[in-house]
C-alpha cells in the first residue's frame, strides 16, 4: 500500500488538522465518510495533519506572544507618560502584578503542552479535543456574582489549562 498522498488527501488532512469534522471534509471534497476513514489509516496523511494541528497551535502560541508584548508596551508608555499621576501609576503597577502571574503561567502551561502534544505521534485528536476545551471554557466565562475577581479569573483559567492532565498518556 503506497503512503504518499495526493493533493486531496492533503487538502482532506489539513482541514482535519484544524479541527473539521471528517463528514465536513467528505462533503467539502466531495467524497464518501468512508474514504476519508480510509485515508486516516496512511502514515503520510496522519502526519499531514499532524502538522496541521501543530501549526494551529503554534500560531496561538505566537499571538499570545504578540499580545503580551503590545501590552508591555502599552504599559511602558502608561508608565512614562507625565499626564498619568502616580497614584494611577501605582494602581496600573499592583493591578498588573496581580495579573502577571496567572497570565505568564497560563501561557507557559499551554506552550509546555504544545511541546508535549508535538512530541507525541498520537496526537491528532487529543490536541483538538484538548484546544476545543479550553477554547470553549474561555468562552463561556462569565461571572459568578456580576464581577469575575483577580483570582476567581485565575483558578478558572488553571482549571481550563489542566484539562490536559486528564489526557490520557502515551
Given at each position: 500500500m503506497s503512503t504518499t498522498i495526493n493533493k486531496r488527501q492533503l487538502i482532506a488532512a489539513e482541514l482535519l488538522g484544524v479541527g473539521h469534522r471528517p463528514s465536513d471534509v467528505a462533503k467539502k471534497l466531495a467524497l464518501r465518510r468512508e474514504t476519508i476513514s480510509r485515508w486516516q489509516v496512511n502514515p503520510d496523511f496522519i502526519l499531514a495533519k499532524e502538522k496541521a494541528y501543530l501549526e494551529v497551535l503554534s500560531n496561538i502560541i505566537k499571538e499570545s506572544t504578540l499580545l503580551t508584548n503590545k501590552a508591555h508596551q502599552a504599559l511602558l508608555e502608561a508608565f512614562e507618560d507625565q499626564e498619568i499621576s502616580k497614584v494611577a501609576k501605582a494602581t496600573i503597577g499592583i493591578r498588573y502584578l496581580t495579573l502577571v502571574g496567572a497570565q505568564s503561567t497560563a501561557y507557559e502551561k499551554s506552550n509546555s503542552k504544545y511541546i508535549e502534544?508535538?512530541?507525541?505521534?498520537?496526537?491528532?485528536?487529543?490536541?483538538?479535543?484538548?484546544?476545543?476545551?479550553?477554547?470553549?471554557?474561555?468562552?463561556?466565562?462569565?461571572?459568578?456574582?456580576?464581577?469575575?475577581?483577580?483570582?476567581?479569573?485565575?483558578?478558572?483559567?488553571?482549571?481550563?489549562?489542566?484539562?490536559s492532565n486528564n489526557m490520557p498518556k502515551h
Open positions: 502534544l508535538s512530541k507525541r505521534t498520537d496526537n491528532n485528536e487529543v490536541v483538538a479535543k484538548w484546544f476545543v476545551d479550553v477554547l470553549d471554557g474561555i468562552r463561556d466565562l462569565k461571572p459568578s456574582r456580576g464581577e469575575i475577581t483577580d483570582d476567581e479569573l485565575r483558578n478558572r483559567v488553571y482549571e481550563l489549562i489542566n484539562l
